[in-house]
């Protein structure tokens, strides 16, 4: 059997399904947590210790600009929690997240700068001088009414030290190297030079411009030599700039800061809010075919693409599986355009909520992507396309008080779904979710609290009694009966009550 197909789970839904009178979750083939995924897996064995350039395609459960103290997000969630051998590079927020991100925008005195998402709202797609369906990410749009001096910043982004990455600063006591990738447009501005800062050192380019025929590109900084910790990278204005003459106008998409040379893993996303799967079709809503080609060949080509969408779907069908299979062909033909190879996949299943998407809904996505990761499509081979059945790894909606309304991650969130993704990527033996392994500690304040650790001990009893009385159904609501042989044993029923209590207590006996 091919590593990483196995385990199979009863839907979770039967029992609601029972007492609603609805026959179809009765008929809910059962489906593997994970496909093509985990030990000796190619897509495992290229995160964990591959020459891997992952590009997450997601919604605003997935972007890139949200991490802050009450939100976060899946991109923030996998650089806080997975381990791969060795960190290589980031395609940077277009905002600032420090102390791990930084960004310089254009003085205000002379420039306008908001940061736009592309929208599927009629009237919020429009970006400056009638740009738009470029990018499926938020964008910094900044507009010059003033000069500016010569050497003066006029946009720049750094990795901080004091960063929240899993391992360390992977990029300390390297050379790293910096592309800006901005949509280069008539109006750009004519004349600039690319500089590094490391330390106490600058590294000051050649002039050049970022105005010419409509395309996304990389525009390549001065390499940063090894010797400090800190990295940061500008544009600098090169002459003044007549605005009577050409309204001078950037649009800047990301950075991507890269160890050149080395093997290991980089990081971006493409995620835009309010965006469902059909969304992401060719030549949709968030990017043409030309300008997202040109995208993937500015930040290196990804070779495997994670695709988490559906949240925003709400049902899901055969034409919905059709959809699927369109994304996964258009991101293949898109690579093999750019002479690239076609890359990997990962499918994740949404998780289901409490009070917004059904988790017996999302256990009929994860029947879809299992479908397509073991068939593939038309131009894919199911060989390089895997599957995260995360619903079915939860066993039930996620707890509530890992969200921060009805289904955006908070902090804790994000990282407990990271956790979750890295141990079916990870781990020797995996059968899913332990179910009495709850959480790594007891403190609420502690980014571990609510996150399972690998460990079955007392963290894990007492937070099951804490959440048993809160009358917490994502959580403390496992079982029907206390008996086994009831084909109810193990399956949530909808209520708390001493069933789920004995229930505990067995598995937590058991251990994992």
């Avoid at 390549?220 to 700039?241: K, S, V």
Wanted: net charge negative; aromatic share 10%.
């Amino acid at each position: 059997m091919p590593p990483g197909r196995f385990q199979i789970v009863v839907p979770p839904c039967l029992p609601l399904a029972l007492a609603l009178g609805a026959g179809s979750c009765l008929a809910q083939p059962l489906t593997p947590l994970r496909e093509d995924v985990g030990p000796g897996s190619n897509i495992s064995n290229l995160i964990k210790s591959g020459d891997c350039r992952l590009l997450l395609i997601g919604d605003s459960i997935s972007n890139r600009n949200t991490d802050t103290p009450n939100q976060s997000s899946m991109y923030w969630g996998i650089i806080r929690r997975w381990s791969p051998d060795r960190w290589v590079g980031i395609c940077t927020p277009t905002n600032a997240h420090g102390p791990t991100t930084t960004i310089n925008f254009p003085s205000g005195a002379a420039a306008s700068t908001r940061i736009k998402s592309l929208s599927n709202v009629p009237g919020q797609r429009e970006f400056s001088y009638g740009y738009e369906r470029f990018s499926g990410a938020p964008t910094v749009d900044a507009l010059w009414f003033a000069d500016s001096p010569p050497g003066r910043t006029i946009a720049g982004t750094g990795l901080g030290a004091a960063g929240q990455w899993r391992d360390g600063d992977w990029f300390a006591g390297v050379d790293l190297a910096a592309s800006f990738i901005v949509l280069r447009t008539p109006e750009g501005i004519p004349s600039v030079r690319m500089e590094s800062r490391r330390g106490v050192n600058q590294f000051t380019g050649d002039p050049t411009s970022l105005a010419g025929p409509v395309e996304v590109v990389q525009v390549p900084a001065p390499l940063a030599p090894a010797g400090g910790t800190q990295a940061e990278f500008r544009i600098l204005a090169e002459g003044g700039h007549n605005e009577g003459l050409l309204p001078n106008h950037l649009l800047w998409l990301t950075t991507r800061i890269y160890a050149p040379g080395q093997t290991g893993f980089q990081l971006d996303t493409l995620a835009v809010g309010g965006s469902r799967l059909r969304d992401w079709l060719a030549n949709g809503d968030f990017a043409s075919d030309t300008h997202l080609r040109e995208y993937l060949a500015a930040t290196g080509n990804p070779n495997l693409i994670m695709i988490q969408l559906g949240a925003n779907d709400g049902g899901f069908d055969i034409f919905w599986k059709r959809d699927l299979e369109r994304l996964i062909n258009r991101f293949a033909s898109l690579s093999q355009a750019n002479g690239a190879d076609i890359p990997y996949y990962l499918l994740v299943t949404p998780y289901g909520t409490l009070n917004s998407i059904r988790h017996f809904r999302v256990l009929d996505a994860a029947q879809f992507e299992h479908e397509v990761a073991v068939s593939g499509t038309d131009i894919v081979a199911g060989t390089h396309i895997g599957h995260i059945n995360v619903p079915g790894i939860l066993n039930g909606p996620i707890d509530q008080a890992l969200l921060v309304d009805n289904i955006h991650p908070r902090p804790e969130g994000a990282d407990f779904i990271a956790s979750l993704l890295w141990q079916a990527i990870s781990d020797e033996v995996y059968d899913g979710r332990c179910v009495a392994d709850m959480t790594g500690t007891n403190e609420p304040s502690d980014p571990h609290f609510g996150v399972p650790d690998g460990l079955v001990d007392a963290t894990d009893f007492f937070y099951f009694l804490d959440r048993f009385v809160e009358n917490n159904l994502a959580r403390a609501d496992l079982s029907g009966s206390a008996d086994p042989n009831d084909p109810a044993y193990g399956l949530p029923d909808g209520a708390i009550d001493s069933n789920d209590f004995f229930y505990y207590l067995d598995v937590f006996v058991e251990g994992c």
